[in-house]
């Protein structure tokens, strides 16, 4: 049981270029999130999907897109990077209603 | 405005002594909270979670504590064990439309041999 799944690990990007970062869970999970973490900062939510086909903006969605593309995936794309989006990226999911939310092992991407 | 809040950034504490991390939050409308657990390099994993309707929940050697008229969570870890080194995520859920998940910045313990 894969639970949920991140790719790429690590991904260095130069300031202006743009990636995806994807996500999938085989959960049946109804919602998704991702999360940055950062030093000292915890874990902030950027976008989160409470079912398919919906999305919304977190806390810190500037510079972030998501596209719920079916009921497992769930990416996150930087359309020009910026090195204040260097950052630990994690991916979860959930059943949409109150229970524990399971995470990806995250997203390691460094902006120069 | 922070919503969950972990004040302390550190803890140290011997093995085989117990371990509290505490955890206050903001938004009365808060219904369930959530313990997570996060080694470098690792995702966060779930702990332990409890109900606003409850004031107790105990999984094994971890117990947390609600005190919904303080807005104050607590994670007891009892005995401390060397792999409960990590760092110590309070969240904390809430209905907007969807459940929404607000976590605070993370407490690092470290349990000393």
């Known amino acids: 049981n894969a639970g949920v799944t991140q790719t790429p690990k690590f991904q260095v990007l130069k300031t202006g270029q743009s990636m995806t970062l994807q996500c999938a869970q085989d959960?049946?999970?109804?919602?998704m999130y991702w999360y940055r973490q950062d030093p000292g900062m915890g874990l902030r939510l950027i976008y989160y999907?409470?079912?398919?086909?919906?999305?919304d903006k977190g806390e810190v969605p500037n510079g972030y897109n998501v596209s719920r593309l079916n009921k497992r995936e769930f990416s996150l794309r930087l359309e020009s990077a910026a090195p204040s989006q260097t950052s630990v990226y994690f991916c979860?999911?959930?059943?949409?209603?109150?229970?524990?939310?399971?995470f990806g092992q995250g997203t390691r991407l460094t902006v120069v | 405005d922070q919503q969950v809040k972990q004040n302390s950034p550190s803890l140290s504490v011997q093995e085989g002594r117990i371990s509290i991390l505490n955890c206050d939050y903001t938004?009365?409308?808060?219904?369930?909270f959530l313990w997570y657990k996060k080694y470098p390099a690792e995702g966060p994993t779930f702990l332990i979670s409890?109900?606003?309707?409850?004031d107790k929940n105990e999984d094994g050697r971890f117990t947390v504590f609600l005190n919904k008229s303080a807005k104050h969570l607590s994670l007891h870890i009892v005995p401390s064990q060397p792999g409960d080194s990590a760092v110590y995520f309070c969240?904390?859920?809430?209905?907007?439309?969807?459940?929404?998940?607000?976590f605070g910045k993370g407490t690092k313990l470290s349990v000393i041999p």
């Open positions: 938004n009365s409308m808060f219904d369930y």
């Open positions: 409890i109900s606003s309707i409850k």
């Open positions: 969240a904390a859920s809430v209905w907007a439309g969807s459940y929404q998940l607000t």
């Open positions: 959960m049946n999970h109804n919602s």
């Open positions: 999907s409470a079912s398919e086909g919906t999305t």
């Open positions: 979860a999911s959930r059943t949409g209603e109150n229970t524990e939310a399971f």
